[in-house]
């Protein structure tokens, strides 16, 4: 009895202690240097069990990821419209951003060392990114 008059209560007045708590994790997380699949993990931990559905779901997302990925998603010819495709596209992003980058410094060490014969593999995450001579670097 005394149960029910609680969760009547609580049905009423709003968000329990347990949720604002939730609210609070969900407004602390944020990407930083961390790949967004890792940051997604945590997001959707969190969000499990908040009461955000919807557009303010995806603001939240959207207010700690990083700046160039939220940017190139809300530019793009379609952009995102509901969390998953949001958090879907933005791990690709950041996944290719990252590669990139690998790339980059790949190609430039190769362009400081012009004797090297550098030759880049394909794929996110496959060991190494250039070849010497026979030699994986």
């Not at 990407?31 to 940051?39: A, I, L, S, V």
């Not at 959707?44 to 940017?71: D, M, Q, W």
């Not at 690709?92 to 880049?120: F, K």
């Amino acid at each position: 009895m005394v149960e029910q008059l609680f969760t009547k209560i609580r049905n009423d007045f709003g968000e329990t202690s347990e949720e604002k708590r939730k609210i609070e994790q969900l407004r602390t997380i944020e990407q930083g240097r961390r790949t967004c699949d890792k940051y997604v993990q945590e997001f959707k931990k969190v969000t499990r069990e908040s009461s955000y559905k919807g557009r303010p779901l995806i603001e939240e997302f959207k207010r700690e990821l990083n700046r160039a990925i939220r940017r190139r998603l809300a530019e793009a010819e379609k952009p995102p419209t509901i969390i998953g495709e949001w958090q879907e596209r933005a791990i690709r992003l950041d996944r290719n951003q990252r590669q990139s980058r690998v790339e980059e410094r790949v190609l430039r060490r190769n362009t400081a060392c012009p004797g090297g014969n550098v030759q880049l593999r394909g794929g996110y995450g496959r060991g190494s990114y250039g070849e010497r001579e026979g030699q994986i670097t």
